[in-house]
């Protein structure tokens, strides 16, 4: 008889949901084995060890025994909690839509640690930043490139030649900036302004270390996030839910401000 095969791997919670009457069905995203379907096994129960381990966004060390179908928790320690990243709407938000993302663009079984070390960043950034929008657009275009869609910002994507420091184009079908004489090309292609640009190139280029000292506007912000969320939009050929939610929750400020 074959010995049960057990991984051990450090992993992130992406998404749960209840399964039988105390699991929870987990989706990890693992460092040594990307992502994976695991079952907590009674940890709805109160007196689980598994309970707190096993949270949206938290990161643990996980031993996991393969089952039929499903692999198996058999043990959990947490490594890091990210408690602030459940005390706050806004950053729980911004929180749910990274790992949206990143399960999006993802398959099971298909191990990448750049894009396990960028998650457990990101939800690092999320958590310490004044403002969570820096550091949301930083990882969109880093899990971008670790995913092979990575904007082409420096050249216009039809006739190859630099782009010039001025009003340009973002082609989401063609992947990058088109340049005014290339508008033809692609005419659902949207404006951006060179200042948008400089922007993108420098999140793309930059260590966050040095891009977090960034101060931007709220019009700045408010192009870039429709620019990005335009080409992953176009690239997942879907909205994202936490997207829609994030925008409702913009609307009731919006009306409650207005109210006040």
């Not at 275009?141 to 994507?157: A, D, E, K, S």
């Not at 630099?162 to 340009?168: A, L, T, V």
Request: aromatic letters at 10%.
């Amino acid at each position: 008889m074959s010995r049960e095969r057990t991984l051990r791997t450090e992993a992130i919670v992406l998404k749960r949901r209840n399964f039988g009457e105390a699991d929870r069905l987990l989706t990890l995203y693992t460092r040594e084995f990307g992502k994976l379907q695991a079952i907590a096994k009674g940890a709805r129960k109160p007196q689980s060890r598994k309970t707190g381990h096993v949270e949206l966004f938290m990161r643990s060390q996980f031993l996991l025994a393969e089952g039929r179908d499903l692999h198996i928790i058999t043990q959990v320690e947490m490594v890091d909690a990210y408690p602030a990243l459940r005390e706050d709407l806004v950053r729980t938000t911004y929180a749910s839509y990274a790992v949206e993302l990143l399960d999006r663009f993802t398959v099971e079984e298909d191990a990448n640690q750049d894009i396990y070390l960028l998650l457990s960043k990101v939800l690092g950034w999320l958590e310490e930043s004044d403002d969570v929008r820096l550091p949301t657009r930083t990882y969109e275009l880093r899990l971008l490139g670790f995913t092979g869609f990575q904007p082409q910002l420096f050249q216009c994507v039809s006739c190859n030649e630099s782009i010039q420091e001025q009003d340009q184009f973002f082609s989401a079908e063609l992947g990058g900036l088109l340049c005014p004489d290339c508008r033809q090309s692609d005419f659902s292609a949207k404006p951006i302004s060179a200042v948008a640009v400089k922007v993108l190139r420098y999140l793309q280029t930059r260590p966050w270390d040095t891009v977090k000292s960034l101060q931007l506007k709220r019009p700045l912000y408010a192009e870039l996030e429709t620019i990005m969320h335009f080409y992953l939009t176009y690239i997942l050929e879907r909205n994202l839910k936490s997207i829609d939610f994030l925008n409702r929750l913009r609307e009731e400020a919006a009306l409650f401000s207005s109210e006040s």
